[in-house]
């Protein structure tokens, strides 16, 4: 008989940029629920990335075990075709096939100049960000959804931030998010006759571990942020979008959402799961009811 509180147990995961952040949050989510999460990323314990971060995939394996689930973590630059074919075969000799693709890899913090034009900001740096951001996903995809072709009722989330196509303030940042939910339309419209889904995916405002660090608190004093940025009150762990994204996966009726651009926030009306503190942040109805939607 079926686990109830385990409904991805027998599926195979892979969650592309899993080392810190969303992906973590989403590899555990996905982990807690039985799947078992192949964690990849560019940081291990031995071997560092430019993102210059001390989170590291075996952390994140670590810690869907923690949760009672299985993980690989395996080192993988999703720019590097070979890498990625690599992968692949890896996951098809060990798993047989694929059932749900998280392509989480983003990497543009660092290169983004939120206060320069798009003739002002270098242009090595924003093309690196599409390098990062974008073809990442696609090259990703390339090889991953011939795993998923035969296995009908997989999804893949392509995670991005926001819901809607508006200019996000700064254009190769905009872009590479933008993309995002464009590429999950798109290969919803391509994976509809096997019955796999293809959705993009939302956080609100993200307390992930970057972000603690720049407010200079922990998740233990996090409110101590509030009085630098006041909207950081409606902020989420990485377990919400975590959590949207495995209840998403688990779901029978996913096919319903397929090509559509969802949030952390509204999958938690829909499906009742709460923060890793209990609380039910809803960044959609904080920002529009602070002229920030």
């Known amino acids: 008989m079926p686990d109830i509180h385990k409904p991805l147990s027998g599926k195979t995961a892979l969650v592309a940029g899993a080392t810190r952040g969303a992906g973590r949050g989403i590899a555990c989510q996905l982990g807690a629920l039985g799947a078992h999460v192949y964690a990849t990323g560019r940081t291990t314990r031995t071997s560092a990335s430019d993102m210059d971060r001390s989170e590291t995939i075996e952390d994140t394996a670590e810690q869907v075990e923690a949760l009672g689930g299985s993980a690989s973590a395996i080192r993988t630059d999703h720019t590097e075709l070979r890498q990625v074919e690599a992968l692949a075969e890896r996951i098809a000799a060990e798993r047989g096939g694929l059932d749900i693709l998280v392509n989480d890899i983003w990497g543009g913090d660092a290169l983004t100049r939120w206060d320069h034009k798009l003739w002002e900001h270098s242009l090595e740096d924003g093309l690196l960000i599409q390098r990062r951001a974008v073809h990442t996903h696609l090259i990703t ?153």
């Open 141 to 293: 995809s390339r090889f991953m959804l011939p795993l998923m072709l035969d296995r009908p009722g997989g999804i893949v989330l392509e995670i991005t931030d926001g819901t809607d196509y508006r200019f996000r303030g700064n254009v190769y940042y905009s872009l590479a998010k933008v993309s995002g939910i464009h590429l999950a339309a798109a290969m919803a419209e391509e994976l509809r006759p096997y019955g796999i889904a293809a959705v993009s995916l939302t956080p609100g405002f993200l307390r992930s571990e970057a972000m603690l660090d720049h407010f200079g608190v922990t998740e233990a004093d996090w409110r101590d942020a509030v009085k630098t940025e006041p909207h950081f009150i409606a902020s989420e762990t990485p377990a919400y979008v975590g959590q949207a994204a495995a209840r998403l996966a688990a779901d029978p009726e996913r096919m319903a959402f397929t090509g559509q651009a969802l949030s952390s926030w509204e999958l938690s009306d829909r499906y009742g799961f709460a923060d890793a503190d209990g609380s039910r942040p809803h960044w959609g109805r904080y920002a529009a009811e602070h002229g920030l939607a």
